[in-house]
């Protein structure tokens, strides 16, 4: 089953450490999003990239980092400022922003875990 | 602000009866409206989209744009229609999408 692969399934992460989270398409879609899942509240955007070498804030980005340096690749880092890592997290991705009805295809999911 | 909400986080119905999974949104412009499922250890996915006026797996949803409304419908539910389901929306030149908090459906046998 191609389309979105997010690795790896699940992660521990230290006090103080970074973490990155992989998410790679082969659907050749320009557009790429990362979400955070909370029990009760749904999907919140965390960053997302209409294209490659730009990015853009979401609604919860801080305490979070991503590059889009290829068009297959939006890997996310949790980096030690965000005060509340744990949670499920979902990359998708689409057809270009632009194009306002098509859907967005999701990966499997990470989930975090802080020891 | 974009927002969307559904009002139910648990909706639990027998075998063969009428579903409604309700969805309301609030958004300035003319918004696109989807409704994504999860099944059980299997990923989020597209279920329907307004635009499309579809049905699929028997459900459909009609956007009310006088109530701001895009309720998820199903005339007899299945055991396997029990899931996750995000109501969703975008702008209509596709600017983010933002998801309500999610109905867990569950279909008694």
């Known amino acids: 089953d191609g389309g979105i692969t997010q690795s790896p399934k699940y992660l521990f992460r230290k006090e103080g450490q970074n973490v990155t989270l992989s998410c790679e398409q082969n659907?050749?879609?320009?557009?790429m999003y990362w979400y955070r899942q909370d029990p009760g509240q749904g999907l919140r955007l965390i960053y997302y990239?209409?294209?490659?070498?730009?990015?853009q804030k979401g609604d919860i980005a801080e305490g979070y980092s991503v590059s889009r340096e290829k068009k297959e690749s939006f890997p996310l880092t949790v980096t030690s400022a965000q005060k509340n890592p744990t949670a499920f997290y979902l990359c998708?991705?689409?057809?270009?922003?632009?194009?306002?009805?098509?859907?967005?295809?999701f990966g499997d999911g990470t989930r975090l875990s802080i020891l | 602000a974009q927002r969307v909400t559904q009002p139910e986080k648990l909706l639990s119905v027998f075998k063969g009866a009428p579903v409604e999974l309700k969805c309301n949104y609030s958004?300035?412009?003319?918004?696109?409206l989807f409704w994504y499922v999860q099944y059980s250890r299997q990923r989020l996915q597209l279920l329907l989209r307004?635009?499309s006026r579809e049905s699929i797996k028997g459900f459909t949803a009609d956007l009310n744009k006088g109530e701001t409304s895009f309720h998820l419908k199903k005339p007899f539910a299945q055991e396997e229609d029990s899931a996750m389901y995000y109501c969703?929306?975008?702008?209509?030149?596709?600017?983010?999408?933002?998801f309500g908090p999610g109905t867990r459906l569950s279909v008694l046998p």
């Open positions: 998708a991705s689409s057809i270009a922003l632009g194009q306002s009805n098509q859907p967005q295809h």
């Open positions: 969703a929306l975008t702008g209509n030149y596709g600017q983010n999408f933002v």
């Open positions: 958004y300035s412009g003319s918004p696109e």
């Open positions: 307004h635009i």
């Open positions: 659907l050749n879609h320009d557009a």
């Open positions: 990239s209409q294209i490659v070498n730009d990015f």
